[in-house]
Each structure stands twice: as C-alpha cells, then as structure tokens.
Nanobody, 123 residues
Framework: QVQLVESGGGLVQAGGSLRVSCSAS????????MGWFRQAPGKQRDVVAT????????YYADSVKGRFTISRDNAKSTVYLQMNSLKPEDTAVYYC????????????????WGQGTQVTVSS
C-alpha cells in the first residue's frame, strides 16, 4: 500500500503564490507518475500537472502553463507544485495521485490518492 499526504494549501490573494507538497510512503516503486489534480465544488477532478518520477518528464494543463511548476525530490519521495500568478479560478481542492503511466492525464490513470488540500484564491 501507498500513502499520500498533501500539505501547503491555504488562502492567497489573486496574483500571489503558494506551494503545495505531496509526500509518499509505503510500497513505492522507482517507476511511477505523480500527478496533481484539482476539483472545485460541483465539478469533475481535472489534471493540473504530472511528473514522471524516474526521468522528470512533465505535463501541464493548458490553463496552468507558465504559472505552475511541478517538481520532485525522489530522496524524500515528495512532489511539489509551485503555483504563481494565482487566479480566483484556481480555487479548488488539490489532490495528488500516484500511478504507473505517463503523462497520466486522467484520474483513472492513478491507483492512489491523497486526502486533498484546499487552495483558495481571493479576488
């Protein structure tokens, strides 16, 4: 089993920055993709960014390209999402997931999920 724990969410004004983290523990392998998704109330869970843990390839949703950066620290089994130039429409619960496939653009590609962290961007 794998456990994922997100942290770092909060309230920020539009134009500000936040960094959220996702730490993995348990039976992780060296080949996996970590993905950040977000879900606003009444909406589906959508991909934000993903990263291949072994070679560092990344994927970004068009809505966050140039503003968000995903990175990983394999020694710490942690993935980060640096979010800059935040907009009110970025408000959502942010979830991290772990799965075997890259780029992993669908929630169906993931076997494990964290509990989520709330990000709220005020206008």
């Amino acid at each position: 089993q794998v456990q994922l724990v997100e942290s770092g969410g909060g309230l920020v004004q539009a134009g500000g920055s936040l960094r959220v983290s996702c730490s993995a523990s348990g039976r992780t392998s060296s080949r996996y993709t970590m993905g950040w998704f977000r879900q606003a109330p009444g909406k589906q869970r959508d991909v934000v960014a993903t990263i291949n843990a072994s070679d560092g390839r990344t994927y970004y949703a068009d809505s966050v390209k140039g503003r968000f950066t995903i990175s990983r620290d394999n020694a710490k089994s942690t993935v980060y999402l640096q979010m800059n130039s935040l907009k009110p429409e970025d408000t959502a619960v942010y979830y991290c997931g772990m799965g075997p496939w890259f780029p992993g653009g669908s929630p169906r590609d993931y076997d494990y999920w964290g509990q989520g962290t709330q990000v709220t961007v005020s206008s």
